[in-house]
Structure formats: C-alpha cells, structure tokens
C-alpha cells in the first residue's frame, strides 16, 4: 500500500446522479482517485457500484455531475473515454473466445494505432511499422501479465483466472493512467486471489492509478489506500481501511440492519424495474440498483456494450 499523493486527481466524480425515470440508483456521489493510488469501491449488492462505473465510463450518461480526467471533463461516449486515459474490465469476462491471447490484447490497443483505414488497405510502411509496434507492446503486456507462453493459445482455452488476467492486460493496452476494475476475483480462488492482488500493485508500481470493485473484503483492506463505501445509491463513508472497518454504519449496511432512508420492498422492485427498462432501450444486461441482499448474494449485472468500447 502507498501513502496517498497530495497532487491533483487523475479523477474527480462530482455530483454524480444517475436516475431511471422518477427513481435514483446513485445519488450525488463524490469521488477522486490521485495518481499512484488505489482506492477501493465496496457496498452490499444491488448498492450502486457498477452503476458508478458505467457513469464514469460512458456507458451511462448521468444524470447530473461531471466526471473529470486529468481536470477535462469526460465525453459520455466508451471509446472517447478510453481514449482520454480510462480502460475498465468487467464483472463479466467478456474476451474474443475464438481469438488468440495475443490477438485479445491487439483488440486493445486500437485506439492507440493512428493510422487511417487506407493506411491498412494499402499496408503502407506506417502501417507496417504501428502494427508490429502494436505486436511488441502487447507481448510486453502478456509478459508483465505472466501469459506470454500463452499468447497463441485461444483465449477460451485459458483456465478461469488466466482469462481474468488477459482481460486486464488488454485493458492495459491502451496505456490509461487510470485503470477501473470491476469484481477482478470474482470466482476465484485463494491462490489467484494473491496473484490478482500482486498484479493489481505491479499496475499501481507502473504508474497507473486503479479503482476497483470487489466484495472480497481481505483483498480491498490489504490492497487499497482508501476504501469508498456505497449503499443504496449514496456514499456512506470513506477512508482508510481502519476507518471503513471500524463504522459501525458500515457494519449495520452489510448485516442488512435498516436504518434511516432504507427503500422498502416496492421501492427495490420500482428501481430494478426501471434499470431493466433502460438496459433493454440500450441494448445492455443491466447495472446496479437497489437491493437488499447481502455481499454473499447474487453479484450485481454489468452493462452489455461490444468488446470494442472496454
């Protein structure tokens, strides 16, 4: 873990509020990531957090706020966001399955290749150079991601907690200074755990900032400078790992204990049912609304976009 940096955010979330229809799923939330960092992002299912992430992505246009990147403001638009600084992966392992490892990671470098669409018709010299410059970085991701005697493999063939590695090393090929990470130990065992978690400090050692979802709550704690806590749409807290464990609202979140401004049954169901709605308008599964199950229930949906705009 470092000790949190005193520069200016890579990130700033103000405000943001993202409703469907009458009813919120997240409600004024503030948030900022400084270079060097790692900052947690934890809740109870259904609490709000992929939600927050689609909204800092572009997969969803908030409500109100602004999401910053390096001070400019974001375009609520997935491939402009990427290219801005910002890759995500997603609860949901989402690769090529018919595509090698190393072809996945190519995928990701796309938005850092500038040669036009005749520059690859004619396959030019530019084009030649920037595809085997492309090449060489992603073997330099596979080999930092310890996949690169896998790199002709298909990615479908690759053990569970492989394919969650490659999926972040092909977000990583777009080089951002700020990497989000959505459930990266989902499904995974102690051992992979331990190795997601020396990976995620090796991307933080590099100079990329991280933001990560994840309801391990011994992986957020040993990993993260700061830890954010969402419940029912809101920020409840925020601080260090000591400050996050010894709340007692926290504790009372998880245990499921109601306290003031906790939506009742009808209320649940009018959100999921607005969320659904405007997932099936936009083509997606789904994100996070509000629930009151526990972080041992069902994990929350992602939004279904191409591979393209991870």
């Known amino acids: 873990m470092t000790t949190t940096?005193?520069?200016?955010?890579?990130?700033?979330?103000?405000?943001?509020?993202?409703r469907f229809g009458g009813l919120t799923a997240v409600r004024s939330v503030d948030l900022a990531v400084h270079p060097g960092e790692i900052v947690g992002?934890?809740?109870?299912?259904?609490?709000?957090?992929?939600?927050?992430?689609?909204?800092?992505?572009?997969?969803?246009?908030?409500?109100?706020?602004?999401?910053?990147?390096?001070?400019?403001?974001l375009p609520p638009k997935p491939h402009l966001v990427t290219q801005a600084g910002v890759a995500r992966t997603f609860q949901n392992i989402r690769l090529f399955a018919?595509?090698?490892?190393?072809?996945?990671?190519?995928?990701?470098?796309?938005?850092?290749?500038?040669?036009?669409?005749?520059?690859?018709?004619?396959?030019?010299?530019?084009?030649?150079?920037?595809?085997?410059?492309?090449?060489?970085?992603?073997?330099?991701?596979?080999?930092?991601?310890?996949?690169?005697?896998?790199?002709?493999?298909?990615?479908r063939n690759l053990p569970y907690g492989e394919q969650r590695k490659l999926e972040i090393a092909r977000a990583l090929a777009s080089d951002p200074g700020l990497l989000l990470l959505d459930e990266p130990t989902a499904g995974m065992n102690p051992q992979e755990t331990r190795a997601t978690e020396e990976l995620v400090f090796a991307i933080r050692d590099?100079?990329?900032?991280?933001?990560?979802?994840?309801?391990?709550?011994?992986?957020?704690?040993?990993?993260?400078?700061?830890?954010?806590?969402?419940?029912?749409g809101q920020k409840l807290v925020e601080g260090t790992s000591d400050v996050v464990q010894s709340d007692e609202r926290v504790v009372a979140a998880y245990l499921g204990t109601p306290f003031e401004g906790d939506p009742g049954e009808e209320e649940v169901?009018?959100?999921?049912a607005a969320e659904a709605g405007a997932d099936t308008a936009t083509g997606g599964?789904?994100?996070?609304?509000?629930?009151?199950?526990?972080?041992?229930?069902?994990?929350?949906?992602?939004?279904?976009?191409?591979?393209?705009e991870q």
């Open 5 to 18: 940096t005193t520069t200016a955010p890579v990130l700033t979330a103000t405000g943001v509020t993202m």
């Open 41 to 73: 992002l934890i809740g109870p299912n259904g609490a709000g957090k992929t939600t927050f992430f689609n909204c800092l992505t572009g997969l969803y246009v908030p409500t109100e706020g602004t999401v910053s990147y390096q001070g400019t403001v």
């Open 98 to 155: 018919n595509m090698t490892v190393l072809e996945n990671v190519l995928v990701g470098r796309h938005t850092r290749t500038r040669e036009g669409l005749w520059s690859a018709l004619l396959r030019g010299p530019g084009f030649k150079r920037a595809e085997a410059a492309s090449k060489e970085r992603a073997m330099e991701l596979l080999e930092f991601t310890g996949l690169a005697d896998k790199a002709d493999h298909l990615s």
């Open 206 to 232: 590099q100079g990329t900032a991280v933001l990560v979802i994840e309801h391990d709550m011994r992986f957020i704690f040993n990993l993260c400078d700061r830890v954010a806590v969402l419940v029912q």
């Open 269 to 272: 169901a009018e959100v999921e």
């Open 285 to 308: 599964t789904g994100g996070a609304g509000l629930t009151k199950t526990g972080p041992t229930g069902d994990a929350e949906s992602t939004t279904a976009r191409t591979e393209d």
